[in-house]
């Protein structure tokens, strides 16, 4: 299959909003992610950057607005169907399946994938986390942190998704382990061509990786655009940067 | 010693029935964490079927038991199925994010109603059925003259849910329906999220539970020959017991929860009074459960973060 041409749209948010109950979590966002792009979100605890990613997958469906994975509607499908479509989401705790092994895991990830990549797709996970390897017969629960998120990025790897959303996959990593990961992440963009869609408080990370990032506040887009831009504008280093 | 053998062999038929209708309760607790208390109407419902096919299929004249009972264990659970597909669909989906109590609620009333469904449509009386597999082998006598019987029936019903216990077993550890299964169990939205259609997967597992409880109904048919509407209250009690004695939402604990309860009734009624043998088999519970809140095989409520 030959790769989009940079620049056409994976995933279009259209003035989306989405509640928890009463509790209003996104208002009006606006955010693309176009073909082979990686797009950060950076922003403050409870912003609402994972009810951003979870809306998108349908958990909970967006109260308002619409949101379009290449060019079609996918604000009211449910969950499994949008995975089908090719969204892939390593989320927030990275939620392994904890009594099954590494090897389980991964099946579970390539549930909608050709039966017939299966192998291929493992042994370009185990490539990318060769951790994974010597740990593949183990349970999930038992790993850790670091190759739980490991894990997670590869369960959603197997799905062979078009754009895959990834949580704060730093969140309480070892510097040298958020490096792996960060690398990781990179090579899965550029030898793949996979939109990535990254929720990250580790700003200094994420604009370092990311073609473009948005800063959510309060569950509004704030700022937006290159992420060589936003690294060096003096509002963001202020309040994501440490000055 | 003689004695002690048939009483033995009795009970784990018992148990094996048991064990059999637990798997039920346990396998759809596992998943939704709710008891369903109408699989014990599931059960009766798939007696009534596994006689009706019995009666009907000798009515037209099939006399080959193994043939007969192919056919009416296989159209026992297809209709059983159905029946747990459609509680499913109809009354415990629309209930799955509402208080627990509702949908336990909602089930208590389900088995008032399908009882009554039952006894409108096929009568209040007791139904019997002639013994269809006769004979077996004599293992031993005791000095008293007290022969030891293992009949044809009883190596069915151990055979059969042996087969169907390593069957559940091999689809829930080595499908990728089972581990889709066990997925939806431990995080359904992260199984969502990997693409296993959540709803599709909650009502294959009552199918199986329902088709399963429908095995044991046909095996009761066959051991004890009479039946009646009321069948499911006592039986389904009785292996919503066993599910809690061996673990609930393990699937080796049911079985083993219904094995124990059906050697503890039948022993009990063996050596002391039958009358009490529910007593016995209650206070077996309560014991077990003083000494292992979460069952025999049933692992603590502890998750890693």
Redesign the interface.
């Known amino acids: 299959m030959a790769l989009p041409a940079v620049g056409a749209a994976m995933l279009e948010i259209e003035n989306v909003s989405a509640a928890y109950g009463p509790v209003r979590a996104l208002d009006g966002v606006n955010l693309n992610v176009g073909m082979g792009e990686i797009v950060t979100l950076i922003g403050a605890n409870g912003a609402g950057k994972t009810t951003l990613l979870m809306t998108i ?1 349908g ?1 909970p469906s967006a109260k308002a607005g619409r949101i379009k994975l290449k060019g079609q509607d996918i604000t009211a499908l ?3 169907r949008i ?2 479509l090719g969204v ?2 390593a ?1 927030e ?1 990275r ?1 392994i ?4 092994s590494v090897r ?1 895991n991964l ?3 390539a ?2 994938a050709a039966p017939a990549n299966f192998a291929r797709n493992l042994d370009r996970v185990l490539t990318l986390f060769p951790r994974l390897a010597e740990r593949i017969d183990q349970r999930g ?1 038992t790993l850790s942190g670091g190759e739980q998120q490991m894990v997670a990025i590869g ?1 959603a790897l197997m ?1 062979e998704p078009d754009l895959l959303l990834l949580d704060e996959p730093s969140l309480g990593l070892a510097p040298l382990v958020v490096r792996q990961i960060f690398a990781a992440i990179g090579q899965i963009n550029r030898e793949r061509g996979t939109s990535i869609l990254l929720v990250e408080q580790n700003a200094h990370h994420a604009l370092a990786l990311a073609h473009r990032g948005y800063v959510l506040v309060a569950g509004e887009i704030a700022l937006e655009g290159k992420a060589a831009d936003l690294a060096v504008n003096p509002q963001v280093r202020d309040a994501y940067l440490g000055g | 010693m003689a004695y002690f053998l048939q009483q033995l062999i009795n009970g784990l038929t018992l148990g094996a029935i048991y064990g059999l209708i637990a798997i039920g309760y346990t396998m759809v607790y596992g998943i939704i964490g709710m008891i369903n208390f109408a699989h014990g109407e599931i059960y009766m419902i798939g007696a009534f079927v596994g006689l009706i096919g019995l009666l009907a299929l000798g009515a037209v004249g099939i006399a080959s038991v193994p043939l007969m009972l192919v056919l009416v264990i296989l159209g026992a659970m297809t209709i059983a199925g159905l029946y747990g597909w459609t509680i499913e669909r109809l009354i415990y989906r629309p209930l799955r994010s509402a208080p627990r109590l509702a949908p336990l609620i909602s089930a208590l009333g389900l088995s008032i109603a399908l009882q009554q469904y039952v006894q409108l449509t096929q009568g209040g009386r007791v139904k019997t059925l002639a013994p269809m597999m006769q004979g077996g082998f004599v293992l031993m006598r005791g000095g008293d003259g007290f022969a030891v019987s293992l009949n044809f029936l009883q190596i069915f019903v151990f055979l059969l849910t042996i087969v169907l216990m390593t069957g559940l077993t091999l689809l829930i550890q080595r499908t990728a329906l089972g581990r889709a299964q066990r997925a939806v169990a431990a995080d359904p939205t992260m199984a969502a999220l990997c693409g296993v259609d959540v709803d599709r997967t909650i009502s294959v597992t009552f199918v199986i539970g329902a088709a399963l409880a429908a095995v044991a109904g046909v095996m009761v048919v066959l051991y004890y020959g009479v039946i009646d509407f009321r069948l499911g209250f006592l039986a389904g009690l009785k292996a919503f017991t066993a599910a809690v004695l061996g673990g609930v939402g393990s699937l080796p604990g049911a079985v083993l929860g219904g094995l124990v309860l059906g050697l503890v009734e039948s022993f009990w009624s063996g050596y002391a009074d039958a009358a009490y043998k529910d007593v016995a088999a209650y206070a077996i519970l309560v014991l077990v459960l003083v000494v292992r809140p979460s069952g025999l095989l049933g692992r603590p409520e502890i998750e890693k973060v």
Not at chain 1, 97 to 100: G, P, Q, T, V
């Open positions: 997958c958990r449910p969950t499994h995975a089908a892939a989401h989320p705790g939620h399946f904890a009594r099954m389980e099946q579970l990830g549930t909608l629960g369960r799905a």
